[in-house]
């Protein structure tokens, strides 16, 4: 539904995005406004503007009121997790691959969040319904280290040091080919796929997105095991840095060939969360914890030996 609001003389000088939460219903959040903003679906005097612009009297704001997405309720289920770390505050999960980590509109079962809430009795109503406890994520596909806060305090602490990059994110993941340089610094900005939404991409003006890795190990001509660092934690940047220079993941569906990769028994793509730092959020102690490496990613490596 589209509304059309008039900037009084109250509101002149406010940013765009702060008018626009006042106005929608209070189940919209202002990353949703933000998101909205950009996206085109909120505009003043028919103009985009940033959610920064500073609004005058007299404009017209122009903004699409979405419909009220039913409300979802997220059970907690017996389902098994390899915890490698855990205390009052905080627990660390090797997510295995196939698993999301929280509940969407059409799937809210088996996720990471419903086995969560099994296993910790208390995350309900922490950083939200669908997301209790859940600081960062990771795809589908991906396995790996990924930390949950238990509590309100644990959950502003980890928001903060993943929002301000104090946290060390280290992968390790298949490649295919060989590269020329076997270590080096992939410097490249990603938004969202200007025609296909449910991709990023490398886009000029897009988010800076800095991708470190070093090759340890070649399997012939075919593929490279890589291990990588980020300097800044993008939707997909690992995945589309590599398809970038022309070296994506094995295995991956968006960005790659997978049927090419099927013989070697690659399911999904060969990118693994193995090691993840962080300050703890009541002590401040600097913690490392390293998630083992799964054995579907195991099992491509002695087969791309074998080949």
Same mark, same amino acid.
């Given at each position: 539904?589209?509304?059309?609001?008039?900037?009084?003389?109250?509101?002149?000088?406010?940013?765009?995005?702060?008018?626009?939460?006042?106005?929608?219903?209070?189940?919209?959040?202002?990353?949703?406004?933000?998101?909205?903003?950009?996206?085109?679906?909120?505009?003043?005097?028919?103009?985009?503007?940033?959610?920064?612009?500073?609004?005058?009297?007299? !404009?017209?704001?122009? $903004?699409? #009121?979405?419909? +009220? %997405? /039913?409300?979802?309720? @997220?059970? &907690?289920?017996?389902?098994?997790?390899?915890?490698?770390? !855990?205390?009052?505050? $905080?627990? #660390?999960?090797? +997510? %295995? /691959?196939?698993?999301? @980590?929280? &509940?969407?509109?059409?799937?809210?079962?088996?996720?990471?969040?419903?086995?969560?809430?099994?296993?910790?009795?208390?995350?309900?109503?922490?950083?939200?319904?669908?997301?209790?406890?859940?600081?960062?994520?990771?795809?589908?596909?991906?396995?790996?280290?990924?930390?949950?806060?238990?509590?309100?305090?644990?959950?502003?602490?980890?928001?903060?040091?993943?929002?301000?990059?104090?946290?060390?994110?280290?992968?390790?993941?298949?490649?295919?080919?060989?590269?020329?340089?076997?270590?080096?610094?992939?410097?490249?900005?990603?938004?969202?796929?200007?025609?296909?939404?449910?991709?990023?991409?490398?886009?000029?003006?897009?988010?800076?997105?800095?991708?470190?890795?070093?090759?340890?190990?070649?399997?012939?001509?075919?593929?490279?095991?890589?291990?990588?660092?980020?300097?800044?934690?993008?939707?997909?940047?690992?995945?589309?840095?590599?398809?970038?220079?022309?070296?994506?993941?094995?295995?991956?569906?968006?960005?790659?060939?997978?049927?090419?990769?099927?013989?070697?028994?690659?399911?999904?793509?060969?990118?693994?969360?193995?090691?993840?730092?962080?300050?703890?959020?009541?002590?401040?102690?600097?913690?490392?914890?390293?998630?083992?490496?799964?054995?579907?990613?195991?099992?491509?490596?002695?087969?791309?030996?074998?080949?």
């Amino acid at each position: 539904m589209e509304e059309n609001f008039l900037v009084t003389n109250r509101e002149n000088g406010w940013r765009l995005d702060k008018f626009v939460v006042e106005k929608v219903p209070e189940w919209i959040s202002r990353t949703y406004v933000q998101k909205a903003i950009k996206q085109g679906q909120i505009i003043v005097n028919g103009d985009l503007k940033k959610p920064s612009y500073k609004i005058k009297n007299g !404009e017209i704001i122009t $903004i699409e #009121v979405p419909d +009220k %997405p /039913p409300s979802i309720e @997220v059970l &907690p289920e017996n389902i098994s997790l390899n915890i490698i770390y !855990e205390d009052k505050d $905080i627990i #660390v999960v090797n +997510k %295995p /691959p196939f698993m999301i @980590v929280h &509940p969407v509109v059409n799937k809210v079962t088996g996720t990471l969040v419903n086995a969560l809430l099994y296993h910790c009795t208390d995350l309900q109503g922490i950083g939200g319904e669908l997301r209790p406890g859940i600081v960062h994520r990771l795809d589908k596909n991906t396995s790996g280290a990924i930390v949950v806060a238990k509590n309100d305090l644990a959950h502003q602490s980890l928001s903060k040091q993943f929002k301000d990059r104090k946290t060390k994110k280290t992968y390790i993941a298949l490649v295919k080919g060989l590269l020329k340089k076997k270590s080096g610094e992939i410097n490249a900005p990603l938004a969202r796929h200007p025609q296909i939404k449910i991709k990023m991409a490398v886009v000029p003006g897009g988010k800076e997105s800095v991708t470190i890795y070093k090759i340890i190990k070649e399997f012939k001509n075919k593929a490279s095991l890589a291990w990588i660092n980020l300097k800044t934690g993008r939707t997909h940047q690992i995945r589309v840095h590599f398809k970038y220079i022309g070296h994506p993941l094995l295995g991956d569906d968006v960005y790659g060939k997978p049927a090419e990769d099927y013989k070697y028994g690659i399911e999904r793509q060969m990118l693994h969360a193995l090691k993840l730092g962080l300050f703890h959020p009541r002590t401040n102690k600097w913690m490392e914890f390293v998630a083992p490496i799964p054995d579907d990613f195991k099992k491509a490596m002695i087969n791309l030996e074998k080949e």
